[in-house]
Protein backbone atom coordinates (compact mmCIF):
# COMPACT_ATOMS: atom_id res chain seq x y z
CA UNK A 1 0.00 0.00 0.00
CA UNK A 2 1.31 3.34 -1.28
CA UNK A 3 1.12 6.43 1.07
CA UNK A 4 2.56 10.05 1.24
CA UNK A 5 4.14 11.47 4.27
CA UNK A 6 4.47 14.87 4.43
CA UNK A 7 6.19 17.02 7.40
CA UNK A 8 4.58 20.24 7.24
CA UNK A 9 4.88 23.91 8.13
CA UNK A 10 8.36 24.09 4.92
CA UNK A 11 8.25 27.31 3.25
CA UNK A 12 7.36 26.65 -0.71
CA UNK A 13 9.92 28.72 -2.94
CA UNK A 14 10.79 28.44 -6.54
CA UNK A 15 9.11 27.46 -9.76
CA UNK A 16 6.89 24.81 -10.38
CA UNK A 17 6.12 24.10 -13.69
CA UNK A 18 2.05 22.61 -14.68
CA UNK A 19 1.70 19.42 -17.02
CA UNK A 20 -0.57 18.48 -19.64
CA UNK A 21 -4.55 18.53 -18.87
CA UNK A 22 -5.70 15.40 -17.51
CA UNK A 23 -8.69 16.10 -19.04
CA UNK A 24 -7.40 16.48 -21.98
CA UNK A 25 -5.17 14.00 -22.39
CA UNK A 26 -7.71 11.44 -21.62
CA UNK A 27 -9.78 12.33 -24.46
CA UNK A 28 -6.78 12.81 -27.03
CA UNK A 29 -5.94 9.19 -26.87
CA UNK A 30 -9.03 7.73 -27.38
CA UNK A 31 -9.68 10.48 -30.12
CA UNK A 32 -6.73 9.04 -31.34
CA UNK A 33 -8.19 5.74 -32.90
CA UNK A 34 -10.97 8.13 -35.14
CA UNK A 35 -7.15 8.80 -37.69
CA UNK A 36 -7.02 5.98 -39.99
CA UNK A 37 -3.28 6.87 -39.89
CA UNK A 38 -0.64 8.38 -37.22
CA UNK A 39 -1.43 10.70 -34.81
CA UNK A 40 1.37 12.53 -32.44
CA UNK A 41 0.04 13.88 -29.23
CA UNK A 42 2.70 15.88 -27.52
CA UNK A 43 2.98 17.04 -23.45
CA UNK A 44 0.64 14.03 -22.20
CA UNK A 45 1.27 13.89 -18.16
CA UNK A 46 2.99 10.70 -16.75
CA UNK A 47 -0.12 10.15 -14.77
CA UNK A 48 -1.59 6.36 -13.64
CA UNK A 49 -4.73 7.60 -16.48
CA UNK A 50 -2.71 7.62 -19.48
CA UNK A 51 -0.85 4.47 -18.85
CA UNK A 52 -4.85 2.55 -18.49
CA UNK A 53 -5.82 4.48 -21.37
CA UNK A 54 -2.84 3.27 -23.20
CA UNK A 55 -3.72 -0.55 -21.77
CA UNK A 56 -6.55 0.03 -23.73
CA UNK A 57 -5.20 1.19 -27.55
CA UNK A 58 -2.88 -1.67 -27.28
CA UNK A 59 -5.72 -4.23 -26.27
CA UNK A 60 -7.91 -2.39 -29.58
CA UNK A 61 -4.55 -3.21 -31.96
CA UNK A 62 -2.99 0.53 -32.34
CA UNK A 63 0.33 0.46 -32.16
CA UNK A 64 1.86 3.00 -29.42
CA UNK A 65 4.68 4.84 -29.30
CA UNK A 66 5.82 6.60 -25.81
CA UNK A 67 8.60 8.69 -25.22
CA UNK A 68 9.12 11.20 -22.78
CA UNK A 69 5.70 13.23 -22.98
CA UNK A 70 5.40 12.27 -26.54
CA UNK A 71 2.74 9.69 -28.18
CA UNK A 72 2.37 8.57 -31.88
CA UNK A 73 -0.61 6.33 -32.31
CA UNK A 74 -0.61 4.44 -34.93
CA UNK A 75 -4.33 3.07 -35.20
CA UNK A 76 -4.48 1.54 -38.96
CA UNK A 77 -5.40 -2.05 -37.64
CA UNK A 78 -7.56 -1.05 -34.73
CA UNK A 79 -10.63 -3.22 -34.47
CA UNK A 80 -13.92 -2.97 -32.37
CA UNK A 81 -13.74 -5.23 -29.71
CA UNK A 82 -15.01 -5.38 -26.31
CA UNK A 83 -13.04 -4.23 -23.70
CA UNK A 84 -12.22 -6.13 -20.76
CA UNK A 85 -13.97 -4.99 -17.74
CA UNK A 86 -10.72 -4.38 -15.80
CA UNK A 87 -9.40 -2.12 -17.96
CA UNK A 88 -12.37 0.27 -18.83
CA UNK A 89 -13.66 0.09 -15.17
CA UNK A 90 -10.52 1.86 -14.09
CA UNK A 91 -11.87 5.76 -14.94
CA UNK A 92 -14.55 7.30 -16.48
CA UNK A 93 -12.78 8.38 -19.63
CA UNK A 94 -12.85 4.70 -20.96
CA UNK A 95 -16.16 5.79 -22.34
CA UNK A 96 -14.66 8.09 -24.90
CA UNK A 97 -13.41 4.87 -26.41
CA UNK A 98 -17.09 4.12 -26.97
CA UNK A 99 -17.43 7.67 -29.27
CA UNK A 100 -14.62 6.94 -30.93
CA UNK A 101 -15.32 2.98 -31.98
CA UNK A 102 -18.75 4.32 -32.80
CA UNK A 103 -17.42 6.81 -34.76
CA UNK A 104 -15.25 4.99 -36.57
CA UNK A 105 -16.73 1.45 -36.79
CA UNK A 106 -20.60 1.86 -35.94
CA UNK A 107 -20.38 -1.04 -33.86
CA UNK A 108 -19.16 -0.94 -30.02
CA UNK A 109 -20.04 -2.94 -27.38
CA UNK A 110 -18.76 -1.43 -23.83
CA UNK A 111 -19.03 -1.58 -19.53
CA UNK A 112 -20.03 1.55 -18.17
CA UNK A 113 -17.21 3.19 -17.23
CA UNK A 114 -15.60 3.87 -13.97
CA UNK A 115 -13.73 6.89 -12.00
CA UNK A 116 -13.94 8.85 -8.93
CA UNK A 117 -17.00 8.23 -6.53
CA UNK A 118 -18.02 11.72 -5.96
CA UNK A 119 -21.67 11.54 -7.38
CA UNK A 120 -23.97 9.55 -9.89
CA UNK A 121 -22.19 10.48 -12.42
CA UNK A 122 -24.94 8.69 -15.37
CA UNK A 123 -23.73 8.51 -19.17
CA UNK A 124 -27.62 9.04 -20.61
CA UNK A 125 -26.88 12.49 -22.64
CA UNK A 126 -24.01 10.71 -24.09
CA UNK A 127 -26.63 8.00 -24.77
CA UNK A 128 -28.78 10.19 -25.87
CA UNK A 129 -26.63 12.09 -28.71
CA UNK A 130 -25.81 8.15 -30.16
CA UNK A 131 -29.95 8.02 -30.50
CA UNK A 132 -30.16 11.40 -32.27
CA UNK A 133 -27.48 10.53 -34.72
CA UNK A 134 -29.71 7.12 -35.65
CA UNK A 135 -27.71 4.32 -33.76
CA UNK A 136 -29.50 1.78 -31.86
CA UNK A 137 -27.94 1.86 -28.48
CA UNK A 138 -29.24 -1.37 -26.05
CA UNK A 139 -28.00 -1.50 -22.10
CA UNK A 140 -28.25 -5.08 -20.63
CA UNK A 141 -27.42 -4.61 -17.27
CA UNK A 142 -23.77 -2.70 -16.74
CA UNK A 143 -22.81 -2.95 -20.49
CA UNK A 144 -24.15 -0.96 -23.62
CA UNK A 145 -23.98 -2.08 -27.57
CA UNK A 146 -24.07 0.57 -29.50
CA UNK A 147 -24.78 0.31 -33.54
CA UNK A 148 -25.68 1.75 -36.87
CA UNK A 149 -25.55 1.33 -40.38
CA UNK A 150 -24.74 4.57 -40.53
CA UNK A 151 -24.48 7.76 -38.58
CA UNK A 152 -26.64 10.94 -39.63
CA UNK A 153 -26.25 14.69 -38.24
CA UNK A 154 -29.09 15.60 -36.04
CA UNK A 155 -29.71 18.65 -33.41
CA UNK A 156 -28.92 17.79 -29.49
CA UNK A 157 -30.16 19.45 -27.02
CA UNK A 158 -27.92 18.30 -23.62
CA UNK A 159 -29.89 19.05 -20.39
CA UNK A 160 -26.86 19.98 -18.71
CA UNK A 161 -23.60 21.19 -20.52
CA UNK A 162 -21.84 17.82 -19.84
CA UNK A 163 -18.45 18.05 -20.42
CA UNK A 164 -18.34 14.31 -21.50
CA UNK A 165 -21.43 13.59 -23.14
CA UNK A 166 -20.01 16.89 -25.82
CA UNK A 167 -16.45 14.96 -26.65
CA UNK A 168 -18.63 11.81 -26.95
CA UNK A 169 -20.63 13.47 -29.57
CA UNK A 170 -18.01 15.04 -31.14
CA UNK A 171 -15.89 11.92 -30.92
CA UNK A 172 -18.95 10.43 -32.42
CA UNK A 173 -20.65 12.60 -34.93
CA UNK A 174 -17.27 13.77 -36.80
CA UNK A 175 -17.24 10.85 -39.68
CA UNK A 176 -20.71 10.57 -40.00
CA UNK A 177 -23.30 12.32 -43.20
CA UNK A 178 -24.89 15.43 -42.71
CA UNK A 179 -24.72 18.46 -40.14
CA UNK A 180 -25.00 17.49 -36.24
CA UNK A 181 -25.61 20.64 -33.62
CA UNK A 182 -25.10 20.39 -29.98
CA UNK A 183 -27.00 22.78 -27.73
CA UNK A 184 -26.04 23.46 -24.11
CA UNK A 185 -22.60 22.22 -25.25
CA UNK A 186 -20.04 22.39 -22.27
CA UNK A 187 -17.49 24.93 -22.89
CA UNK A 188 -14.40 23.98 -20.65
CA UNK A 189 -10.73 24.42 -22.39
CA UNK A 190 -10.14 20.74 -22.55
CA UNK A 191 -13.30 20.65 -25.54
CA UNK A 192 -11.35 22.93 -27.50
CA UNK A 193 -7.92 20.95 -27.42
CA UNK A 194 -10.16 17.59 -28.96
CA UNK A 195 -11.90 19.76 -31.21
CA UNK A 196 -9.04 21.55 -32.15
CA UNK A 197 -7.45 17.96 -32.77
CA UNK A 198 -10.16 16.47 -34.45
CA UNK A 199 -10.19 19.37 -36.95
CA UNK A 200 -6.29 19.08 -37.54
CA UNK A 201 -7.30 15.55 -38.71
CA UNK A 202 -9.48 16.70 -41.39
CA UNK A 203 -12.83 17.01 -39.43
CA UNK A 204 -15.22 20.01 -39.64
CA UNK A 205 -15.90 21.43 -36.22
CA UNK A 206 -16.74 25.32 -35.47
CA UNK A 207 -18.18 26.88 -32.40
CA UNK A 208 -16.04 24.17 -29.98
CA UNK A 209 -15.89 26.90 -26.52
CA UNK A 210 -19.17 27.80 -27.03
CA UNK A 211 -22.94 26.34 -26.40
CA UNK A 212 -23.09 25.68 -29.76
CA UNK A 213 -21.48 23.44 -31.47
CA UNK A 214 -21.93 22.32 -35.05
CA UNK A 215 -19.93 19.14 -36.47
CA UNK A 216 -20.17 18.61 -40.08
CA UNK A 217 -19.50 15.17 -40.92
CA UNK A 218 -17.10 14.05 -42.76
CA UNK A 219 -16.23 10.09 -44.88
CA UNK A 220 -12.41 10.13 -42.78
CA UNK A 221 -9.96 11.15 -40.55
CA UNK A 222 -5.92 11.50 -41.23
CA UNK A 223 -2.67 11.84 -39.85
CA UNK A 224 -1.72 15.04 -37.86
CA UNK A 225 -0.15 16.61 -34.45
CA UNK A 226 -1.56 18.13 -31.11
CA UNK A 227 -0.42 19.12 -27.95
CA UNK A 228 -2.17 19.10 -24.79
CA UNK A 229 -2.88 22.21 -22.73
CA UNK A 230 -2.02 22.91 -19.72
CA UNK A 231 -3.86 21.42 -16.61
CA UNK A 232 -6.02 24.24 -15.00
CA UNK A 233 -6.42 22.35 -12.10
CA UNK A 234 -3.15 21.18 -11.11
CA UNK A 235 -2.13 24.69 -11.63
CA UNK A 236 -4.89 26.15 -9.04
CA UNK A 237 -4.00 23.26 -6.66
CA UNK A 238 -0.41 24.46 -7.00
CA UNK A 239 -1.15 28.02 -6.53
CA UNK A 240 -3.04 26.64 -3.35
CA UNK A 241 0.09 25.44 -1.75
CA UNK A 242 1.79 28.83 -2.90
CA UNK A 243 -1.14 30.78 -0.52
CA UNK A 244 -0.81 28.42 1.69
CA UNK A 245 2.87 28.29 2.51
CA UNK A 246 4.37 30.12 -0.58
CA UNK A 247 7.20 32.29 -0.37
CA UNK A 248 7.13 33.99 -4.24
CA UNK A 249 5.99 30.48 -5.21
CA UNK A 250 5.88 30.86 -9.10
CA UNK A 251 3.59 28.55 -11.26
CA UNK A 252 4.55 28.81 -14.39
CA UNK A 253 3.31 26.98 -18.35
CA UNK A 254 -0.53 27.88 -17.24
CA UNK A 255 -3.43 29.70 -19.33
CA UNK A 256 -4.61 31.99 -16.79
CA UNK A 257 -7.25 33.08 -18.62
CA UNK A 258 -8.85 29.24 -18.05
CA UNK A 259 -8.68 30.19 -14.46
CA UNK A 260 -9.94 33.41 -14.24
CA UNK A 261 -13.09 32.94 -11.61
CA UNK A 262 -10.41 30.55 -8.77
CA UNK A 263 -7.70 33.57 -9.33
CA UNK A 264 -10.45 35.97 -8.99
CA UNK A 265 -12.08 34.50 -5.65
CA UNK A 266 -7.61 34.69 -4.15
CA UNK A 267 -8.35 37.93 -5.08
CA UNK A 268 -11.31 38.76 -3.23
CA UNK A 269 -9.37 36.43 -0.69
CA UNK A 270 -6.77 39.61 -0.77
CA UNK A 271 -3.93 36.71 -1.39
CA UNK A 272 -0.77 38.50 -2.53
CA UNK A 273 -0.71 37.38 -6.48
CA UNK A 274 0.88 38.53 -9.44
CA UNK A 275 -0.87 36.91 -12.73
CA UNK A 276 1.45 36.96 -15.92
CA UNK A 277 1.27 35.60 -18.72
CA UNK A 278 1.50 32.29 -18.96
CA UNK A 279 2.75 31.79 -14.90
CA UNK A 280 1.22 33.18 -11.74
CA UNK A 281 3.93 34.51 -8.67
CA UNK A 282 1.85 33.41 -5.23
CA UNK A 283 2.94 34.01 -1.69
CA UNK A 284 1.10 33.37 1.74
CA UNK A 285 -0.16 35.89 2.79
CA UNK A 286 -1.88 36.92 6.37
CA UNK A 287 -5.34 37.67 7.83
CA UNK A 288 -7.04 36.93 4.39
CA UNK A 289 -10.73 37.21 3.89
CA UNK A 290 -13.38 34.69 3.68
CA UNK A 291 -15.24 34.10 0.86
CA UNK A 292 -18.63 32.31 -1.16
CA UNK A 293 -17.43 29.90 -3.66
CA UNK A 294 -20.25 27.87 -6.11
CA UNK A 295 -18.54 25.79 -8.57
CA UNK A 296 -20.26 26.02 -11.97
CA UNK A 297 -19.26 24.58 -15.39
CA UNK A 298 -16.51 26.58 -16.83
CA UNK A 299 -16.01 29.91 -17.40
CA UNK A 300 -17.28 29.26 -13.44
CA UNK A 301 -15.42 28.11 -10.74
CA UNK A 302 -14.24 24.42 -11.25
CA UNK A 303 -15.38 21.62 -9.18
CA UNK A 304 -12.19 19.85 -9.62
CA UNK A 305 -10.78 22.75 -7.89
CA UNK A 306 -13.71 23.33 -5.01
CA UNK A 307 -11.83 20.13 -3.02
CA UNK A 308 -8.00 21.75 -3.63
CA UNK A 309 -9.02 25.49 -1.91
CA UNK A 310 -10.90 24.03 0.90
CA UNK A 311 -7.51 23.97 2.94
CA UNK A 312 -7.25 27.68 1.69
CA UNK A 313 -10.90 28.42 3.01
CA UNK A 314 -9.93 26.88 6.24
CA UNK A 315 -7.22 29.81 6.99
CA UNK A 316 -9.50 32.72 6.60
CA UNK A 317 -10.25 35.14 9.11
CA UNK A 318 -14.48 34.24 9.28
CA UNK A 319 -16.79 31.99 7.54
CA UNK A 320 -17.17 31.01 4.12
CA UNK A 321 -19.81 29.18 1.95
CA UNK A 322 -18.89 26.51 -0.60
CA UNK A 323 -21.74 25.10 -2.80
CA UNK A 324 -21.42 22.57 -4.70
CA UNK A 325 -23.66 21.95 -7.83
CA UNK A 326 -22.03 19.62 -10.32
CA UNK A 327 -21.97 16.36 -8.19
CA UNK A 328 -23.82 15.16 -5.16
CA UNK A 329 -20.88 13.92 -3.45
CA UNK A 330 -18.29 15.71 -3.58
CA UNK A 331 -17.56 16.60 0.72
CA UNK A 332 -15.57 13.00 1.18
CA UNK A 333 -12.47 15.20 2.07
CA UNK A 334 -14.15 16.78 4.91
CA UNK A 335 -14.45 13.89 7.44
CA UNK A 336 -10.49 13.86 6.57
CA UNK A 337 -9.89 17.19 6.79
CA UNK A 338 -11.62 17.77 9.94
CA UNK A 339 -9.01 15.25 11.47
CA UNK A 340 -6.54 17.93 10.48
CA UNK A 341 -8.39 20.44 12.65
CA UNK A 342 -11.05 22.30 10.07
CA UNK A 343 -14.69 23.10 11.22
CA UNK A 344 -17.03 22.40 8.89
CA UNK A 345 -20.87 22.97 9.16
CA UNK A 346 -22.57 21.14 6.58
CA UNK A 347 -25.62 22.86 5.70
CA UNK A 348 -27.19 20.02 3.34
CA UNK A 349 -24.97 17.70 0.64
CA UNK A 350 -24.45 20.77 -1.39
CA UNK A 351 -23.76 23.48 0.61
CA UNK A 352 -21.14 23.79 3.47
CA UNK A 353 -19.40 26.56 5.78
CA UNK A 354 -16.11 26.81 6.34
CA UNK A 355 -14.67 28.45 9.90
CA UNK A 356 -11.79 30.12 9.82
CA UNK A 357 -9.23 30.70 10.77
CA UNK A 358 -7.44 27.46 12.03
CA UNK A 359 -4.16 26.23 12.23
CA UNK A 360 -3.82 22.39 10.55
CA UNK A 361 -2.02 19.97 12.55
CA UNK A 362 -0.69 16.51 11.18
CA UNK A 363 -3.05 13.41 11.47
CA UNK A 364 -3.19 10.35 9.23
CA UNK A 365 -5.63 10.27 6.83
CA UNK A 366 -7.37 8.78 3.73
CA UNK A 367 -7.85 9.88 -0.41
CA UNK A 368 -11.40 9.48 -1.31
CA UNK A 369 -10.41 10.28 -4.68
CA UNK A 370 -8.39 12.28 -6.39
CA UNK A 371 -8.78 15.89 -5.70
CA UNK A 372 -9.74 14.91 -1.84
CA UNK A 373 -6.85 13.38 -2.18
CA UNK A 374 -4.57 16.85 -3.30
CA UNK A 375 -6.74 18.78 -0.59
CA UNK A 376 -5.43 16.30 1.78
CA UNK A 377 -1.80 17.27 0.31
CA UNK A 378 -2.49 20.73 0.92
CA UNK A 379 -3.44 20.94 4.15
CA UNK A 380 -0.86 18.62 5.15
CA UNK A 381 1.95 20.65 3.62
CA UNK A 382 0.64 23.65 5.57
CA UNK A 383 0.13 21.70 8.93
CA UNK A 384 2.15 21.60 11.95
CA UNK A 385 3.86 17.74 12.16
CA UNK A 386 3.37 14.86 10.10
CA UNK A 387 0.57 13.91 7.89
CA UNK A 388 0.19 10.26 6.42
CA UNK A 389 -1.69 9.93 3.58
CA UNK A 390 -3.85 6.14 2.58
CA UNK A 391 -5.17 5.83 -0.85
CA UNK A 392 -2.62 7.63 -2.41
CA UNK A 393 -2.71 5.90 -5.73
CA UNK A 394 -6.41 8.82 -6.93
CA UNK A 395 -3.27 11.45 -6.50
CA UNK A 396 -1.36 9.54 -8.07
CA UNK A 397 -3.96 8.95 -11.18
CA UNK A 398 -4.15 12.58 -12.18
CA UNK A 399 -1.02 14.52 -10.93
CA UNK A 400 2.23 13.85 -12.36
CA UNK A 401 5.19 13.92 -10.33
CA UNK A 402 3.87 15.33 -7.68
CA UNK A 403 6.26 14.34 -5.04
CA UNK A 404 9.20 15.60 -7.11
CA UNK A 405 7.08 18.96 -7.87
CA UNK A 406 7.03 19.98 -4.30
CA UNK A 407 10.22 18.66 -3.31
CA UNK A 408 11.98 20.75 -5.50
CA UNK A 409 10.26 23.94 -4.23
CA UNK A 410 10.96 23.01 -0.49
CA UNK A 411 8.57 20.45 0.47
CA UNK A 412 8.80 17.38 3.20
CA UNK A 413 7.08 15.43 1.36
CA UNK A 414 7.48 11.32 0.31
CA UNK A 415 5.98 8.66 -1.38
CA UNK A 416 6.14 5.05 0.89
CA UNK A 417 5.42 1.79 -0.56
CA UNK A 418 4.46 -0.25 2.84
N1 LIG B 1 -24.42 14.24 -16.09
C1 LIG B 1 -25.61 13.59 -16.28
N2 LIG B 1 -25.79 12.85 -17.42
C2 LIG B 1 -24.82 12.72 -18.34
C3 LIG B 1 -23.59 13.39 -18.14
C4 LIG B 1 -23.42 14.13 -17.00
O1 LIG B 1 -26.51 13.67 -15.44
O2 LIG B 1 -25.04 12.02 -19.34
C5 LIG B 1 -24.19 15.03 -14.87
C6 LIG B 1 -23.10 14.40 -14.00
O3 LIG B 1 -23.63 13.41 -13.14
C7 LIG B 1 -22.56 15.59 -13.25
C8 LIG B 1 -22.70 16.73 -14.26
O4 LIG B 1 -23.67 16.31 -15.22
O5 LIG B 1 -23.39 15.86 -12.15
C9 LIG B 1 -21.42 17.11 -14.98
O6 LIG B 1 -20.85 15.98 -15.59
P1 LIG B 1 -19.84 16.06 -16.83
O7 LIG B 1 -20.33 15.11 -17.86
O8 LIG B 1 -19.64 17.48 -17.23
O9 LIG B 1 -18.51 15.50 -16.19
P2 LIG B 1 -17.57 14.38 -16.76
O10 LIG B 1 -17.37 14.54 -18.21
O11 LIG B 1 -17.99 13.07 -16.23
C10 LIG B 1 -15.37 15.78 -16.54
C11 LIG B 1 -14.07 15.59 -15.83
C12 LIG B 1 -14.29 15.75 -14.33
C13 LIG B 1 -14.90 17.12 -14.06
C14 LIG B 1 -16.18 17.33 -14.90
C15 LIG B 1 -16.78 18.70 -14.76
C16 LIG B 1 -12.93 14.03 -17.24
C17 LIG B 1 -12.40 12.66 -17.44
N3 LIG B 1 -13.55 14.27 -16.10
O12 LIG B 1 -16.22 14.75 -16.03
O13 LIG B 1 -13.01 15.69 -13.74
O14 LIG B 1 -15.23 17.22 -12.70
O15 LIG B 1 -15.90 17.08 -16.27
O16 LIG B 1 -15.87 19.67 -15.12
O17 LIG B 1 -12.78 14.89 -18.08
C18 LIG B 1 -11.45 15.34 -12.04
O18 LIG B 1 -10.57 15.65 -12.86
O19 LIG B 1 -11.23 15.21 -10.81
C19 LIG B 1 -12.81 15.12 -12.51
C20 LIG B 1 -13.74 14.51 -11.80
Redesign the pocket.
Known amino acids: MKQIVIDGGKTLKGTIKVSGA??SA??LIPAALLSSGIVKIDNIPDISDVKALEDILTFLGAKVKHEGNLMEIDSSNVVSKEIPRELSNK???SYYFMSALLGRFKDVTMYFPG??S??????????KGYRALGANVTEVEDKVTVKASKLKGDDIYL???????T?NILLSACISEGVTVIHNA?K?P?IVNVATFLNNMGAKIKGAGTSVVTITGVDKLGSCFTEVIPDR?EAGTYIVAGALCGDKLRVENLIPKHIDAFLSKLDEMGVELEVGTDYVVVSKTPCIKPVNIKTL??PGF???LQQPITPLLCTCEGVSKLEET???NRYKNIPELEKMGASVETITNRIIKIHGPIEFKGANVSAT???AGACLVLAGLAAKGKTTIDNVEYILR?YENIIGKLTDVGASISLIDN
Open positions: KNVALRAGCIGARPIDQTLDMPSVGAIAEEIGYATDIYEDLRG
